[in-house]
């Protein structure tokens, strides 16, 4: 089982190509430099990831492109089984292929900017929900909060005290951002999403 982050960057036309560089070093964290991603049309990129990994991918990739402000994303997560695993990943297929762009299909007509879908409809169901909860935060996330979020998922093993010395602002500014951006409630909603996860993998 593997999990297939499909995406867009949002209004990518009408801002400037910073976020293109930014982009493509988060795609490179994320993957672990493995190469498993693949940036196409300019705009639009598909990666690989462990499925535990999904939620966190996301809200990493979205901190790293709202840094450039009023650049967003838009992705679909599919978790599922691969058939065909080729050196190019838009050359190979499988379940989770299908329902990644499945899931970045249905983004816009339920008017929301991340989803995820797998075989299990009810396991969709509940973490969408979650998602789009989540949302109301990220969405509104300004320069300041994606900066301080894509710091700590960094670096999530330091302290508060740690992330501001790294970042040249105070304690007290890097924990307001952070609470701001409801970080602790969306890694909250990672820890579920990890257990309902490993659920429904069990079953």
């Known amino acids: 089982m593997i999990c297939i982050i499909t995406g867009d960057i949002i209004g990518s036309r009408k801002i400037k190509d910073s976020w293109l560089s930014d982009l493509k ?13 693949e940036i196409y ?9 462990g499925p535990e990994n999904a939620i966190k991918t996301a809200a990493y990739l979205k901190a790293c492109i709202k840094v450039n402000k ?7 997560i599919g978790i599922g089984a691969i ?3 080729r050196k190019k990943l838009s050359e190979s297929s499988g379940d989770a292929f299908v329902y ?5 299909d249905s983004l816009k007509q339920a ?40 710091m700590a998922l960094e670096n999530n093993d330091l302290l508060q005290s740690e ?9 007290s500014s890097v924990s307001e951002a952070l609470k701001r951006a409801h970080y602790s409630e969306i890694m909250e909603m ?3 999403y990890r257990k309902k996860l490993n659920k429904m993998i069990l079953k």
């Open 100 to 104: 990644s762009g499945a899931a970045f």
């Open 70 to 76: 009023p650049a967003d994303v838009r992705m679909g």
């Open 190 to 192: 990672d820890r579920i």
């Open 163 to 171: 992330l501001a010395a790294i970042s040249g602002r105070t304690q």
């Open 111 to 150: 008017k929301v900017n991340l989803a995820v879908k797998t075989d299990s409809a009810d396991f969709d169901e509940e973490i969408n929900v979650l998602i789009k909860l989540s949302l109301i935060a990220m969405d509104s996330w300004g320069v300041v909060a994606a900066e301080m979020v894509k």
């Open 83 to 85: 058939k065909t695993k």
């Open 41 to 49: 049309r300019g705009d639009s990129f598909q990666l690989e990831v």
């Open 25 to 37: 070093t988060a795609l490179k964290v994320v993957s672990d430099h493995s190469g498993k991603w």
